[in-house]
């Protein structure tokens, strides 16, 4: 029970790591807001995760949504300790700088990065009337190492990483540590409906060594991060990625 007394914002919980997030949280004791665009699957992870965990539909590329999910759980539970800033994720729409779509590369750029720095913007004042906190943000092993055709995707990524390290230094005079995890491949619903076996699929998945990541791999990182156990770590980018950057 790591996380008694916590309040903790996830965004996209409804589904893959963000869900396996919610579970872990709830039971390590926090108060959990869940916000989610879908409104069916957050109302169900609400509902299933054993503990206090309220939902809120919430688009992260909308300013006032973003606003208005952190003003709900000041409202309900009284202030914000854990962001944990978990929407994004690549798509079969990406490719190379000049074969990506346009609008592909906005989409990454609205929601993955955007999304992130919205809801680090409106928790993080919270944070700092609370007297401190940790931010975890999502980014991933493309955003550390070059990927064939995910050049939207890895622009976000990187930025994101970026931005932890940035926010790290402005922050930790208030007592609030910003970090970041890299997942590698992880068997989300969305990844295990595209394993088709090919050849290309083969060879990254060899590249971790350890086999694919499992969200709760993920989640266990998040919440190493956002307990007091790592209470002298900011600015890094743990990769929970099987040994894949290092091959």
């Known amino acids: 029970m790591r996380l008694v007394g916590k309040v903790a914002l996830i965004t996209g919980g409804g589904a893959g790591i963000g869900r396996a997030c919610v579970g872990l ?5 926090a108060k959990v807001v869940l916000a ?10 609400a509902r299933e ?4 965990v309220i939902f809120v539909q919430t688009d992260v590329s909308q300013s006032e949504q973003v ?5 709900l759980a000041v409202a309900m539970y009284g202030g914000i300790d854990i962001l944990y800033n978990n929407v994004g994720g690549s798509t079969l729409a990406d490719g190379s700088v000049t074969s990506a779509p346009i609008s592909e590369f906005q989409s990454k750029m609205n929601v993955d990065l955007f ?5 680090c913007r409106y928790a993080v004042p919270e944070m700092i009337k609370r007297g401190g906190g940790a931010v975890v943000n999502a980014t991933s092993i493309t955003g550390l190492r070059g990927v064939r055709n995910r050049a939207a995707y890895s622009a976000a990524k990187g930025a994101i990483a970026a ?3 940035s926010m790290a230094v402005d922050l930790a005079p208030h007592n609030i540590r910003v970090n970041a995890v890299a997942p590698g491949s992880t068997l989300t619903e969305r990844v295990r409906a595209r394993r088709n076996g090919s050849a290309a699929r083969t060879a990254m998945e060899e590249r971790h060594l350890l086999g694919l990541v499992d969200p709760l791999d993920v989640a266990n990182a ?4 956002s307990c007091d156990e790592s209470r002298r770590i900011t600015g890094q980018v743990l990769a929970v990625d099987s040994g894949f950057t290092i091959t």
């Open 49 to 52: 995760a054993a503990g206090d």
């Open 115 to 119: 999304g992130t720095w919205l809801g």
């Open 25 to 29: 949280f709830a039971r390590e004791g």
């Open 163 to 165: 931005l932890t390290r």
């Open 36 to 45: 989610e665009r879908d409104a069916a699957s957050g109302e169900a992870v």
């Open 222 to 225: 998040v919440l190493f991060l």
């Open 67 to 71: 606003e208005r999910a952190v003003a």
